[in-house]
């Protein structure tokens, strides 16, 4: 089999390079040749399959529209790259989220000119509470509001991108969990814990992992999940309540280097095994 990696042309940085390296060098040892090609490079390259990992997602369906299998598929991606539509789509399948109220659309070259709408926000939600920008990724574009100058300075950095309001769960502080996911198996899962004073988990801001075994009906809030979105793989962040697990986030390409060396389970291999199945659910 022949596959191609495609990746983002303008993030270069070591995390990412490490990254792809590591997930070519798993399907190469498992005997399957993935070629990684940047979504600016693309050159309608012959293949058998395409794992995307980017967020280009008109150049995944030009793909995909070649008859091409491409994981994830490219509506999975523009769905779990939006917070908003995310939370949307899970929440009308009965999954359990956090409360959230969308701000208003605005037109770029008008921008807000007025914050009335910011009342609302104030009786719905008690200080602290989040503002999560629509689009954004590793722990960026969130924001913990404690004070009426604080939820309007955020709102204004913000400007006319979609965003939306979020109950903040202090049940755990800066702990959540991240749990990878296969087709329809979960590889595994780990308590992410934040740096001290840090309301956010990501091990990309100095957050730290640790290994963690899900109860049953904590599988059946990833399964729902899975179900729900048509996830080939991906990492759900789930944080802790007194009324048990919630659903935050959903990431279509979710990193999982940090996730091996924390407990020497590799995602790639589970995704070799599903590419070779054509992307069978199992």
Known sequence: MLGILVVNEYLTSKKFNDFYDFLVSTFNK???????????????????????????????????????RVYNKPDVIKICDNKIETQLILENKGVKMPKMLLAPFTYENVGYTNYDYLVKVKKEFRYPFIIKQAYGSFGEQVYLVNNDEELINIVKLIGSKPFLFHEYIDYRFGEDLRVFTVGRKIVGAVRRVGEKGNFKANVTLGGKMLQYTLSKEDEDIVYNVIDTLNLDFGGIDLLFSEKGLLVNEVNSNAHFLNFYKATNI?????????????????
């Not at 369906?61 to 091409?68: L, P, V």
């Not at 590799?266 to 590419?275: A, E, L, Q, S, T």
């Open 30 to 68: 498992e005997e399957i040749n993935l070629k990684l090609i940047t979504n600016a490079k693309y050159n309608d390259d012959k293949c058998d399959f395409c794992i995307f990992w980017d967020k280009d997602i008109n150049l995944a369906r030009y793909i995909e529209n070649k008859g091409i």
């Open 266 to 282: 590799n995602v790639g291999i589970d995704i070799v095994k599903y590419v070779k199945k054509g992307g069978v659910i199992c």
